[in-house]
């Protein structure tokens, strides 16, 4: 199956130079967990609920704050040609829960691990993808010091 028969193809973008409040707001008007940062068509990075929580709130920084301040740069992009499977390993391989899809340079869509559990019908796909990327992000998590 190809990543263009599950992506979502309405991706929700923003200017760099928006402020996270912006983009928070966006978020929220739009029901999504990110936002990709667009310049002249070109994804320049990637802002989740989880940076602003993360990023923003928790570290006590401004609403005014540029949300390019806060993104995850740079962006690992697929394209629409690809495999599922090979998304799937792109995604593992950098620990992201959200894949933009680039064709010849332009934003067409985006992939998500809800999207891959929702639409691909590949339970056991979507069960090693959780578990290897929430490993990735969160590698304290697993991985911490249990001393004694």
Excluded: C, K, W
């Amino acid at each position: 199956m190809r990543i263009s028969e599950v992506m979502t193809q309405t991706v929700v973008t923003a200017d760099p130079a928006s402020s996270v409040q912006e983009v928070a707001a966006l978020m929220r008007e739009r029901n999504v967990g990110s936002v990709v940062l667009v310049r002249d068509g070109e994804a320049v990075g990637v802002v989740t609920d989880r940076d602003l929580a993360i990023g923003v709130l928790a570290d006590g920084r401004g609403a005014a704050d540029q949300a390019s301040d806060h993104a995850t740069t740079p962006v690992v992009v697929g394209e629409p040609a690809m495999d599922v499977q090979q998304a799937a390993e792109l995604m593992i391989e950098h620990g992201i829960r959200r894949l933009p899809i680039v064709d010849s340079g332009r934003l067409t869509g985006i992939v998500t691990l809800d999207d891959l559990a929702a639409r691909s019908g590949d339970a056991e796909l979507v069960a090693r993808l959780t578990t290897q990327i929430t490993r990735a992000a969160l590698p304290g998590f697993y991985f911490h010091d249990r001393g004694g």
